[in-house]
């Protein structure tokens, strides 16, 4: 590393890093520090792998992905030293992988059976046409597609009382939450868990005087925020923060998405002393 490893920032994408068009361009000067410092900055989402993948490959990024909520961590080509990696992840293709949690599949007979029980309708991104996740989030198709690839987690709409179908599924073990535009459903998927795995395997590589931040915008951010050092939430669409985060240290940064992930990350790194 040109620097010393002296700041880690953990991200969401939607309506964080990336705007309602899936744009970053707002973000523009912050992720030119971060490239300037080799700032690890791993990407942290509901998305799926693939549709990750397309962000990474844009924004030039090449470091380790947290992805379907902390379901798994992959580790690209060349993003972290394979002879540190631990022991369980296994290897995908041209990468490693390193999971945490059960099966999406194995998550479905409880939630139809919770909407069953709690008399709302439920339905999954698999069960969408490509064409209507399209207008509902306005992605791509190659990212509509993609989402529908889920492993570790179950995107779905709820019609009905969300509140009583999220105390039902929580009272069978299972985690539900929500993001931008669906709701989440997973075992022990968990953002905080993912981002204190990962900050402790950098540790082992002999980093220790080092910053973790996390930005995100929303509810299903919770637990990455309550593991960092630096937790950080941007304004959402329309103006105003999420009101259900009571973290007591936590900065809410004025500026919506990337405009105010922008802002908050250029005061992140400009307040990191860079010498050794």
């Known amino acids: 590393m040109p620097y010393p490893l002296k700041l880690i920032i953990y991200t969401d994408l939607n309506d964080t890093l990336l705007d309602r068009n899936y744009r970053f361009d707002d973000a523009s000067e912050a992720l030119e520090l971060i490239r300037r410092y080799d700032i690890p900055l791993i990407i942290s989402t509901s998305k799926t792998r693939g549709q ?27 993003s972290f030293p394979t002879g540190r990696l631990p022991e369980g992840c296994r290897r995908e293709g041209g990468e490693f992988v390193w999971e945490f949690t059960r099966p999406a599949q194995d998550l479905l007979p409880d939630l139809k059976d919770a909407a069953k029980v709690t008399n709302t309708i439920v339905e999954t991104i698999s069960e969408m046409p490509v064409e209507r996740i399209m207008e509902y989030t306005g ?30 599924l929580k009272y069978r073990g299972l ?3 929500w993001g931008s535009y669906f709701c989440h459903l997973g075992y022990y998927n968990d953002k905080g868990l993912a981002v204190h795995k990962l900050t402790s395997l950098y540790r082992t590589m002999g980093f220790l ?11 299903n951010d919770y637990t990455m925020f309550q593991t960092v ?7 959402r669409p329309g103006g105003g923060h999420f009101s259900g985060i009571d973290i007591e240290n936590i900065y809410r940064v004025e500026g919506i998405g ?10 992140l790194v400009n307040f990191i002393d860079w010498n050794y």
Do not use: Q
Request: charged content about 30%; some cysteine; proline content about 7%.
């Open 52 to 78: 990750t993948e397309i962000y990474r490959k844009r924004m030039a990024l090449n470091y380790p992905l947290i992805v379907e909520n902390g379901g798994a961590i992959h580790f690209p080509p060349g």
């Open 209 to 219: 005087d080092f910053t973790t931040a996390a930005l995100g915008d929303n509810m």
């Open 139 to 168: 992605m791509s198709k190659e990212e509509s597609e993609l989402a529908k690839d889920r492993r570790y987690t179950i995107y779905f709409t709820c019609k009905g009382d969300r509140d009583f179908l999220f105390a039902e």
């Open 175 to 177: 985690k539900p939450t």
């Open 258 to 267: 990337p405009i105010g992930w922008n802002r908050a990350v250029i005061d």
């Open 229 to 235: 050092d630096r937790p950080i939430i941007v304004e």
